[in-house]
């Protein structure tokens, strides 16, 4: 840890320093505790030393009552010892702007003592800096992640110690650890055993400035190899033809033409990149070879790079990978690929082997293409191909475009946007499906009336009406998935929820599956549907039953159901990009099946996707499940468990907001079902034929007086030729002019008419478009019976 000399003597007049040093001082060491060791009580032992040391001090100066006393320089080792400890870069800068101590790390991270926030990065991560300290100054604390250094994404975290100071913490630097690695080998005795393969090795910064050379290098560049050549400019150190030859400046146009070799280590623009220099012979011999030794601490060079490189040879048959592009592409290293093309699916084989045909016969430059990976045709896969003569048998690069935070986003935002589009889907053909089913189940009520139970076809018709009903069910599952349900949210309690479901869930579980329920303490309310979130821990039970009887039919297994309380504080610590920051309370559910494979975890939540066999599953269980937590403002996550079964976690936020409690029904006798006929001009407006003529019917039985429209437009018009309607009923959505449009106009003429109206869209979504009074809703699919006791309950509030 270095202590840089920023403060001049303390005059006379400011001897009060010596005291806030020391107080200083105990601050910063408990900031250094609480970011490396996370331990309060030690932070606060510092933090009481500091004020003691203080109150010493000023005794001191009290007894002696000197006046010209030297200023005494803050103990640093303490705080040396503990930033030395961290993974992470270090610094403290005072208020005035200056940069008072930094680590190690800090020095080799930014190649020197820069003073935040002015380091070497791009404007724009400078004045993210700046701005992120004047928020700590304020707020006492700040963030700003994906700040580009040397081409690696960090993290800044800024916390306020005291009134004097702001510590700097600069979090995920391992990658540039790999820049400092690479940096050293050129430096070391790697870079002399390549010089004396004739290979000269440079590290660039993405400036343009050298950063490292090996001794081959500074002797042809500078004429000697003790001379220091980091900070110049790299390209100053060459010279072009007319030809296009690369030559020494210092060696002029007479000297050796030169061969360059671009090898990017880390993507970005910001990334430094390491170059390599080789002897070019002229004429018409092709270019030797440089060895096989140097062709060996090349691929020892290779190997050490985190980007995924591989080398092919003229053939067209890879020559070495290095353990990055193993892992990137999936190689099977028992029985490695003889060609690149294997890698690839069938229809970007003929396009790759042609690249590399193309750079292996000496085509200048380089180029990129996009392929997919055999093994996961469905993540595109971005890859350089670039010359490579010189290198022995070596005769083309390819190297992989370090994209994982990026792809992982792309495939996030594409999981999104297709979980939203299929979502839009399902709404839309559950609500056409809602009107079909309206007109079966009302013609089966309708029959019905006209059959007594000993009929013949009463049985047909019970069970044409039942399976309606069962496909009923399945529509309210999409619209689950889709998020355009009528939800009833409520404030309650977890466990409740819990206890609720459990005599269930013990008999789907059957006697070989074991249930164990795990409540903690201090749960925060939450606001959620009770029988939708009872649908969820059924779902999620039912599956995990059938993964573990799967495994083992006889044996069974155990689910685990879990609530926990999980605070602010916890949600900050785990940094995840998906959950906000807020206390959650959490219910997770686990069981001892054999987990959910890798390759379809990102699947799971999708409609009708299902590893079951034909006939065993719908597909809609694991979607109606994230459908209902989404609208419920949760969030939820799968994963396999740390002893290999399938783990779900749901985040629920807590309520705080003060709410009435729900009256629970008291138990008694059922209640008759009140007379359904009635009086009085009922309007229904609905464009689907089959709707209209059911709900026509099935009110005229009743005793009302019904007239119809086909769209809004039509009953505009009809209602200037009748008298004063005493309901209206409407479908939502209708061509020409839709229901709230067409209830807003006759709202005008008629201010205190009741409406009702009906569709297959949920009620929640409906009435953020519905902005008007004495309004109900039924939902579709509904019975002649629903219907009824519907406009019923609405003239009877008229």
């Not at 604390?141 to 690696?152: K, L, P, T, W, Y």
């Not at 006209?450 to 496909?471: C, E, L, V």
Request: aromatic fraction near 6%; charge should be negative.
């Amino acid at each position: 840890m270095a202590t840089l000399p920023v403060h001049s003597p303390i005059s006379p007049s400011r001897r009060w320093l010596p005291f806030a040093a020391a107080i200083l001082a105990g601050f910063l060491a408990a900031a250094l505790v609480l970011l490396t060791l996370n331990d309060r009580a030690v932070a606060i032992g510092f933090v009481g030393a500091g004020v003691l040391a203080a109150g010493a001090l000023w005794g001191a100066r009290r007894l002696f009552h000197s006046d010209t006393a030297a200023e005494q320089p803050v103990d640093w080792s303490v705080a040396q010892a503990l930033a030395a400890a961290s993974d992470d870069a270090l610094a403290v800068t005072d208020r005035a702007g200056r940069l008072v101590c930094a680590n190690n790390r800090f020095e080799v991270l930014f190649a020197g003592w820069p003073t935040p926030p002015n380091l070497p990065v791009s404007d724009a991560s400078v004045a993210a800096l700046g701005t992120a300290a004047r928020t700590a100054w304020r707020d006492g604390e700040a963030r700003e992640d994906n700040i580009q250094v040397f081409g690696a994404p960090v993290s800044v975290r800024v916390q306020r110690v005291g009134e004097e100071s702001l510590v700097w913490r600069f979090i995920g630097v391992q990658a540039l650890d790999l820049a400092s690695q690479v940096q050293s080998l050129i430096d070391g005795h790697t870079g002399d055993r390549l010089g004396s393969s004739g290979i000269m090795a440079a590290m660039i910064s993405p400036q343009g400035r050298v950063r490292a050379a090996n001794r081959v290098f500074r002797d042809r560049a500078m004429g000697t190899s003790e001379a220091a050549v980091e900070g110049r400019d790299f390209a100053r150190f060459l010279i072009t033809d007319s030809m296009g030859l690369v030559r020494f400046e210092r060696e002029g146009m007479e000297g050796t033409p030169l061969r360059v070799l671009q090898i990017p280590f880390l993507d970005g623009e910001e990334a430094p990149l390491l170059v390599a220099l080789l002897d070019e012979e002229l004429g018409n011999a092709p270019t030797p070879a440089i060895g096989a030794s140097a062709g060996a601490h090349v691929r020892s060079l290779i190997a050490l790079l985190p980007l995924g490189l591989a080398l092919v040879d003229r053939d067209g048959r890879f020559a070495s990978m290095n353990d990055a592009f193993v892992r990137a592409t999936r190689v099977n290293a028992a029985a490695p690929p003889l060609y690149p093309g294997d890698l690839v699916v069938r229809e970007d084989k003929a396009a790759l082997a042609d690249a590399i045909r193309r750079f292996a016969g000496g085509a200048p430059q380089s180029a990129e293409m996009t392929v997919r990976l055999a093994d996961a045709p469905e993540e595109p896969l971005s890859i350089g191909i670039a010359g490579a003569r010189g290198l022995g048998d070596a005769a083309v690069l390819i190297s992989l475009k370090d994209s994982g935070e990026e792809s992982k986003l792309k495939r996030q935002v594409a999981q999104a946007t297709k979980m939203q589009a299929v979502g839009q889907l399902a709404g839309g053909v559950a609500h056409d499906f809602n009107n079909i089913l309206t007109a079966i189940i009302g013609h089966c009520d309708l029959m019905l009336m006209r059959h007594s139970p000993g009929d013949s076809d009463y049985d047909d018709i019970q069970q044409i009406r039942a399976n309606s009903n069962r496909a009923a069910s399945l529509t309210r599952q999409l619209l689950a998935f889709s998020r355009q349900q009528t939800l009833r949210p409520q404030l309650l309690q977890l466990p409740d929820v819990i206890s609720e479901v459990s005599n269930l869930l013990k008999r789907l579980l059957g006697e070989t599956v074991r249930l164990e329920v795990k409540h903690g303490r201090n749960l925060g309310p939450v606001r959620a549907d009770p029988g939708q979130l009872e649908q969820v821990v059924v779902n999620l039970a039912v599956n995990a039953r059938d993964a573990m009887l799967s495994q083992n039919p006889s044996g069974g297994g155990t689910l685990t159901i879990e609530t926990q309380a999980v605070p602010a504080s916890d949600v900050r610590q785990m940094d995840d990009d998906v959950l906000p920051v807020g206390d959650y309370t959490a219910l997770r559910i686990s069981d001892t099946g054999t987990g959910i494979p890798p390759e379809i975890l990102g699947k799971i939540w999708e409609p009708f996707f299902t590893t079951k066999e034909i006939g065993k599953g719908t597909g809609l269980g694991l979607s109606t499940v994230y459908g209902i937590i989404k609208q419920s403002g949760g969030f939820i996550f799968a994963d396999n468990g740390p002893h290999g079964g399938a783990e779900f976690t749901i985040y629920l936020p807590v309520h705080a907001a003060a709410e009435a409690p729900v009256q629970a029904k008291l138990p008694g006798a059922k209640e008759k079902p009140a007379d359904t006929w009635g009086t009085g001009t009922i309007l229904i407006v609905e464009d689907e034929d089959m709707v209209r003529a059911i709900a026509e019917r099935a009110l005229a039985r009743q005793g009302y007086t019904v007239v119809t429209a086909d769209n809004g437009e039509a009953a505009l018009e009809l209602l200037e030729t009748i008298d004063r309607p005493d309901l209206l009923i409407s479908d939502v959505v209708m061509p020409v002019m839709d229901g709230p449009t067409m209830a807003r106009k006759v709202r005008t003429k008629y201010p205190d008419l009741p409406i009702l109206f009906m569709s297959g869209y949920a009620e929640e979504q409906l009435r953020k478009s519905i902005d008007l009074e004495q309004v109900s809703f039924l939902p579709k699919p509904f019975s002649v019976q629903q219907l009824a006791e519907a406009a019923r309950d609405v003239l009877t509030l008229k």
